[in-house]
């Protein structure tokens, strides 16, 4: 049993644990079975009201804002230490929330989640400001002020790692946060609730409102104590958050969806291109923002390539996320699983040709769909052009290097992109022409604190990680003072 005392089910605010006011609840399910593991308190405007009181009144005390950076750091590297020591049960409650392989969630979420928080604790101890050279006869300088509140609003897919890049820049800087997870998938979050204040992260400082999107969400939304907010989630959500944010003047990071292509040239190294193609469309059983679901193929290998994938995919292991083999689970969700099946007939009635899957998998109730490559659909098809999320490759042919760049920028989206090329001025010159937040080359999803992603076009603006992040979470003020 783990040493972390958590109440999953209520909501935390103030440092404790509490009922919504109306009383409502939810149900949590498990997607590997369809049946319901637990419920949570479905939080209400006067329960979202509260949590906001209660971040405005820690961060007006100044108990963790009135801290040296270091000693903030302190604390988060602590996070980072507690997230390691409780790991196995951590990893437990991710999968039985989302689906995840329990191997994946040790070796992507739990691993991350840690890393993100060092690095973070490291950032808290480094923020610095700045002596400007001007004319004046005076001594100008520049220092960085946390924001004040700071609403997170995170997604079904990522649950722990994209609560903590939202927190751990937004706490490095001496901000206090309510932070809204998904509906679907809260636990992680609540388990963290308590871990944080373990760590010694005084009361107030992180609270979590658990609800739906509609209320809960756009009640923290539209709340006048919130100063700040960071939305990872749909583009569709996204648009309303950032206009809602922004008639109230409030600055947004908006974390958005992602439709990423990966490209293939012909002098490329097939047998490492392949790995990196399945785990691009097959990562998080297709639900990544940063996937690559759009693959892009110089013809003189395109038929190679399919043959290689319609033999690979099919052997990927498919199946109940708590068997440490399995490397795709289920969909986190009904309606997401319902999704890929409507965009997988579209494809059939688009002139698509499924080179696998295609299907369900009948397994234990859960909502399984098995990896799917479709051939032969148009650039302008909707399931090529839209994010279908969910484990599906669509696979296209190109003449020249120019043909490739222009069908990779050709969607909505710019989240991430993919080369791979053995030709090193290919590399660097394809990068530069891809519209996306990220560039992988000769891989895909390598991914690090240190280094910042976020997106261009429908894929949202503003940077998590890398020292980026923390621009967004602080306010820069200048202090003039006259040597007369
Ligand atoms: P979603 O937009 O449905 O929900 C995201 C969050 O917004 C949830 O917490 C939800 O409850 C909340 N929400 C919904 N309606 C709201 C409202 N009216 N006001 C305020 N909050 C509201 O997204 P999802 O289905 O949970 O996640 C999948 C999407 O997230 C995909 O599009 C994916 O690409 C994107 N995503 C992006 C990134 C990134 O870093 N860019 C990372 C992960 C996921």
Same mark, same amino acid.
């Given at each position: 049993? +783990?040493?972390i005392?958590?109440?999953?089910?209520?909501?935390?605010?103030?440092?404790?644990?509490? !009922?919504?006011?109306d009383g409502?609840?939810? !149900?949590?399910i498990?997607?590997?079975?369809?049946?319901?593991v637990?419920?949570?308190?479905?939080?209400g405007?006067?329960?979202v009201?509260?949590a906001?009181?209660?971040? *405005?009144?820690a961060f007006?005390?100044?108990?963790w =804002?009135g801290?040296?950076?270091?000693? /903030?750091?302190?604390?988060?590297? *602590?996070?980072?230490?507690?997230?390691?020591?409780?790991?196995? !049960?951590?990893?437990?409650l991710? +999968?039985?929330?989302?689906?995840?392989?329990? +191997?994946?969630c040790?070796?992507?979420? #739990?691993?991350?989640a840690?890393?993100?928080?060092?690095h973070f604790?490291?950032l808290?101890?480094?923020l610095?400001?700045?002596?400007?050279?001007?004319? %004046?006869?005076?001594?100008a300088?520049?220092?960085r002020?946390p924001?004040?509140v700071?609403?997170? #609003?995170?997604?079904f897919?990522f649950?722990?790692i994209?609560?903590? =890049?939202?927190? $751990?820049?937004?706490?490095?800087?001496?901000n206090t946060?309510?932070?809204k997870p998904?509906?679907?998938?809260?636990?992680s979050a609540?388990?963290?609730a308590?871990?944080?204040?373990?760590?010694?992260?005084?009361?107030?400082?992180?609270?979590v409102?658990t609800?739906?999107?509609?209320?809960?969400?756009?009640?923290?939304? /539209?709340? /006048?104590?919130?100063?700040?907010? @960071?939305?990872? $989630?749909s583009?569709?959500i996204?648009r309303?958050?950032?206009?809602?944010?922004?008639e109230?003047?409030?600055?947004?990071? %908006?974390?958005? $969806?992602?439709?990423?292509?990966?490209l293939?040239f012909?002098? @490329?190294?097939?047998?490492?291109?392949?790995?990196?193609i399945?785990?691009?469309f097959?990562?998080?059983t297709?639900q990544?923002c940063m996937?690559?679901?759009?693959l892009l193929v110089? /013809?003189?290998?395109?038929?190679t390539?399919?043959?290689?994938?319609?033999?690979?995919v099919?052997?990927?292991?498919v199946?109940?996320?708590?068997?440490?083999?399995?490397?795709?689970g289920?969909?986190?969700?009904?309606?997401?699983?319902?999704?890929?099946?409507?965009y997988?007939?579209?494809?059939?009635k688009?002139g698509?040709? #499924?080179v696998?899957?295609g299907?369900?998998?009948?397994?234990?109730?859960?909502f399984?769909?098995?990896?799917?490559? #479709?051939?032969?659909?148009?650039n302008?098809?909707?399931?090529?052009q839209?994010?279908?999320?969910?484990?599906?490759?669509?696979?296209?042919?190109?003449?020249?290097?120019?043909?490739?760049?222009?069908?990779?920028? =050709?969607?909505?989206?710019?989240?991430?992109?993919?080369?791979?090329?053995?030709?090193?001025? *290919?590399?660097?010159?394809?990068?530069?022409r891809?519209?996306?937040g990220?560039?992988?080359?000769?891989d895909?999803?390598?991914?690090?604190?240190?280094v910042?992603f976020?997106g261009?076009?429908d +894929?949202?603006? $503003?940077r998590?990680y890398?020292?980026e992040?923390?621009?967004?979470?602080?306010k820069?003020k200048?202090v003039v003072v006259?040597l007369?």
């Amino acid at each position: 049993m +783990s040493p972390i005392e958590i109440e999953p089910g209520r909501l935390f605010v103030g440092g404790r644990w509490r !009922e919504a006011a109306d009383g409502a609840r939810t !149900e949590v399910i498990d997607p590997s079975r369809g049946t319901v593991v637990t419920t949570v308190a479905e939080a209400g405007a006067a329960d979202v009201d509260a949590a906001v009181r209660a971040a *405005r009144e820690a961060f007006d005390a100044g108990t963790w =804002s009135g801290l040296s950076g270091r000693e /903030r750091g302190r604390i988060l590297y *602590r996070v980072a230490e507690l997230i390691r020591e409780n790991a196995d !049960e951590l990893a437990r409650l991710e +999968s039985l929330d989302v689906g995840k392989p329990i +191997s994946l969630c040790h070796a992507v979420d #739990i691993t991350n989640a840690a890393n993100d928080y060092e690095h973070f604790a490291a950032l808290a101890h480094s923020l610095d400001g700045a002596v400007r050279d001007t004319p %004046m006869n005076a001594l100008a300088y520049t220092k960085r002020e946390p924001l004040g509140v700071v609403a997170a #609003i995170t997604p079904f897919n990522f649950p722990l790692i994209l609560a903590g =890049s939202k927190i $751990g820049p937004a706490l490095a800087a001496g901000n206090t946060v309510v932070h809204k997870p998904a509906d679907e998938t809260p636990l992680s979050a609540l388990y963290m609730a308590g871990l944080l204040r373990k760590a010694g992260v005084p009361d107030g400082v992180v609270n979590v409102v658990t609800g739906t999107g509609p209320v809960a969400g756009d009640a923290l939304l /539209r709340h /006048r104590g919130v100063d700040k907010v @960071a939305f990872t $989630g749909s583009t569709a959500i996204g648009r309303h958050v950032a206009a809602t944010a922004g008639e109230a003047l409030k600055p947004v990071t %908006m974390e958005l $969806g992602g439709n990423a292509a990966n490209l293939v040239f012909e002098d @490329a190294d097939l047998e490492k291109a392949v790995g990196a193609i399945i785990k691009a469309f097959v990562f998080n059983t297709g639900q990544f923002c940063m996937g690559g679901p759009r693959l892009l193929v110089a /013809r003189p290998v395109y038929a190679t390539l399919l043959g290689i994938l319609a033999d690979a995919v099919p052997g990927v292991p498919v199946g109940d996320p708590r068997d440490p083999g399995t490397v795709v689970g289920p969909m986190a969700g009904e309606k997401h699983l319902k999704k890929v099946e409507e965009y997988v007939e579209l494809a059939r009635k688009e002139g698509g040709r #499924i080179v696998c899957g295609g299907e369900r998998l009948d397994l234990d109730g859960g909502f399984y769909y098995k990896p799917t490559v #479709i051939a032969d659909l148009s650039n302008d098809s909707r399931v090529v052009q839209e994010e279908i999320f969910g484990p599906v490759l669509t696979v296209q042919p190109f003449d020249t290097e120019d043909e490739a760049v222009e069908l990779a920028n =050709s969607t909505p989206y710019g989240l991430a992109s993919g080369v791979q090329t053995t030709n090193l001025a *290919r590399a660097h010159r394809v990068a530069d022409r891809l519209q996306a937040g990220i560039v992988w080359v000769n891989d895909w999803a390598m991914l690090d604190p240190a280094v910042p992603f976020g997106g261009v076009k429908d +894929s949202g603006y $503003g940077r998590e990680y890398g020292p980026e992040a923390l621009d967004a979470y602080t306010k820069v003020k200048s202090v003039v003072v006259s040597l007369d």
